[in-house]
Each structure stands twice: as structure tokens, then as C-alpha cells.
């Protein structure tokens, strides 16, 4: 299995991205004007974004490539679709649940199955959900000292409104499907679309 070892700091400053949005680090002031000492071409905006995307969900060329096969042939727009199902993937509904610091550590989290879907364990980071779907932390996995740890540092972390989260139970049901306004980074998922589309 292939796995991404870059240091996200250097990355995130490379794509203009802030830290935050991967649940590392503090808010930092961004230079506008950092990356652009020289004139970027239409291309090279448009890998940025597909970088940018492939990075923060910690996705692979190949799968990143089938879920844009997958967003092109649903209802609507490629572009908000390519996020939907991006946002849908069972390791990112757990990071934004609070369950995890970052979205590498729950791909981790749910590989090693300390998550249900519907009360059946899943070990699958890229299993996307669907509305009405039920996530919960399994029951030997709520007395663990690293999910107590977790659940205390990610208190403050917003939980989007297509999630229902109860933080007794720590469990979350899916009320909607994703949106691009539920996003907490920027991106112009157009060009994705013009890259792929070429």
C-alpha cells in the first residue's frame, strides 16, 4: 500500500494551504504573495488545486482519478461532486467528527477497526457513506486512553451541519450529502474538472 510521507508544513506552504486545515499547527498569517514570484500557467494553477485536494484528504493519483470518473457520472456539477465524495470517505467523516487530530490519523484509526458503520465494523478508510448511515466508535475503543486524549484536544473543532454528532455516545449519523459550502479550506474544484477534462 502506498502511503504519503511529506513533511504536511513544508507541503501546506507549497500549496498555500493553512495547517489548520489539515488539524496541525496554529493559524498563521499567509503572504499573498507567496508562490508567485513567477507567472503560474493555466496548467500549473490547475495542478495546484488537484494537488491541493489529493493533499488535504491524503488521496493518491489512481484513487483520486477513479472518484473524478465516479463525480462525472453523478447528477450536477463534476467539480461539487469530486468534494462530495471526497468529504463522504469513512476516514474524513471521522476526523470531522473530532475523533481524530488529523485525517492521517484516522485513515490509521479505522484501518485498525475502532469504528462501526450502522453496527458493523468497517476497516476501510475510502467506504463513503450515505445519508442516514450511523458512525460510532466501538465499544472496547470508548475506553481507550488515546480516544479520551483525542476527544478532550478536538473539543473545540466545529462539527459541519450535514453531521449529527452525540458526543455521549460519540457517534454521528449523517443527516445530508456534503456540500461545497460546508468546506472550512478555499478551493476552485473548476480547474480540476478543465485539468481532467483536457
Request: hydrophobic share 35%; charged share 35%.
Given at each position: 500500500?502506498?502511503?504519503?510521507?511529506?513533511?504536511?508544513?513544508?507541503?501546506?506552504?507549497?500549496?498555500?494551504?493553512?495547517?489548520?486545515?489539515?488539524?496541525?499547527?496554529?493559524?498563521?498569517?499567509?503572504?499573498?504573495?507567496?508562490?508567485?514570484?513567477?507567472?503560474?500557467?493555466?496548467?500549473?494553477?490547475?495542478?495546484?488545486?488537484?494537488?491541493k485536494l489529493k493533499f488535504i484528504y491524503g488521496v493518491l493519483e489512481k484513487q483520486f482519478h477513479h472518484l473524478f470518473e465516479i463525480a462525472s457520472k453523478m447528477e450536477g456539477q463534476a467539480g461539487e461532486n469530486l468534494i462530495?465524495?471526497?468529504?463522504?470517505?469513512?476516514?474524513?467523516?471521522?476526523?470531522?467528527?473530532?475523533?481524530?487530530?488529523?485525517?492521517?490519523?484516522?485513515?490509521?484509526?479505522?484501518?485498525?477497526?475502532?469504528?462501526?458503520?450502522?453496527?458493523?465494523?468497517?476497516?476501510?478508510?475510502?467506504?463513503?457513506?450515505?445519508?442516514?448511515?450511523?458512525?460510532?466508535?466501538?465499544?472496547?475503543?470508548?475506553?481507550?486512553?488515546?480516544?479520551?486524549?483525542?476527544?478532550?484536544?478536538?473539543?473545540?473543532?466545529?462539527?459541519?451541519?450535514?453531521?449529527?454528532?452525540?458526543?455521549?455516545?460519540?457517534?454521528?449519523?449523517?443527516?445530508?450529502?456534503?456540500?461545497?459550502?460546508?468546506?472550512?479550506?478555499?478551493?476552485?474544484?473548476?480547474?480540476?474538472?478543465?485539468?481532467?477534462?483536457?
Amino acid at each position: 500500500m502506498a502511503v504519503s510521507r511529506e513533511p504536511i508544513l513544508k507541503r501546506c506552504k507549497a500549496l498555500g494551504i493553512s495547517p489548520m486545515v489539515m488539524g496541525v499547527g496554529k493559524e498563521t498569517k499567509r503572504d499573498p504573495n507567496a508562490n508567485s514570484r513567477k507567472k503560474v500557467s493555466e496548467y500549473g494553477l490547475q495542478l495546484r488545486e488537484k494537488q491541493k485536494l489529493k493533499f488535504i484528504y491524503g488521496v493518491l493519483e489512481k484513487q483520486f482519478h477513479h472518484l473524478f470518473e465516479i463525480a462525472s457520472k453523478m447528477e450536477g456539477q463534476a467539480g461539487e461532486n469530486l468534494i462530495t465524495c471526497l468529504e463522504e470517505r469513512l476516514d474524513n467523516v471521522v476526523y470531522r467528527m473530532g475523533l481524530s487530530m488529523t485525517r492521517r490519523e484516522a485513515r490509521q484509526l479505522v484501518v485498525h477497526g475502532h469504528f462501526n458503520v450502522n453496527g458493523s465494523r468497517v476497516d476501510i478508510p475510502s467506504y463513503r457513506v450515505k445519508v442516514g448511515d450511523e458512525i460510532s466508535l466501538r465499544e472496547n475503543s470508548k475506553k481507550s486512553v488515546k480516544f479520551k486524549e483525542i476527544v478532550e484536544a478536538t473539543n473545540g473543532r466545529v462539527i459541519p451541519m450535514w453531521l449529527d454528532m452525540d458526543k455521549e455516545k460519540l457517534s454521528a449519523k449523517v443527516l445530508r450529502v456534503p456540500t461545497k459550502e460546508d468546506l472550512d479550506y478555499e478551493v476552485e474544484e473548476h480547474l480540476i474538472v478543465e485539468l481532467y477534462s483536457k
